[in-house]
């Protein structure tokens, strides 16, 4: 199973992105996903996810400036960040909950001040 992100980019203070994440079959149906993200000399975290029944959750840190969302039609999962800090800039994976080995390239967000 895999599970490609992309979208990211450079984005000033403020702005926005939208992420995406194909994945290579209908795991969303039968499992919950999430997205993830790597900081420079940062553990990778868990900031958003959502149950294949819809309910989704998120860190502290991103609550109330990014949703997460998911096509069954297309097997694609979504990030809409808004209100985007230099914090937020990071590799953004996305991976099923509990995450699978595979995690792929992620895609970089970089937030400039």
């Known amino acids: 199973v895999q599970l490609q992100a992309s979208g990211g980019g450079l984005v000033q203070a403020g702005g926005s992105l939208r992420l995406s994440c194909v994945t290579s079959r209908n795991i969303l149906n039968f499992n919950g996903a999430g997205w993830y993200r790597q900081a420079p000399g940062k553990q990778r975290e868990l900031v958003a996810t959502?149950?294949?029944?819809?309910?989704?959750n998120y860190e502290d840190s991103v609550n109330g400036r990014f949703t997460i969302d998911r096509d069954y039609a297309l097997n694609t999962m979504y990030l809409q960040m808004n209100s985007l800090k230099p914090e937020d800039t990071a590799v953004y994976y996305c991976?099923?909950?509990?995450?699978?080995?595979?995690w792929g390239q992620g895609t970089l967000v970089t937030v400039s001040s």
């Open positions: 991976n099923i909950v509990p995450p699978g080995d595979y």
């Open positions: 959502i149950t294949v029944g819809g309910t989704t």
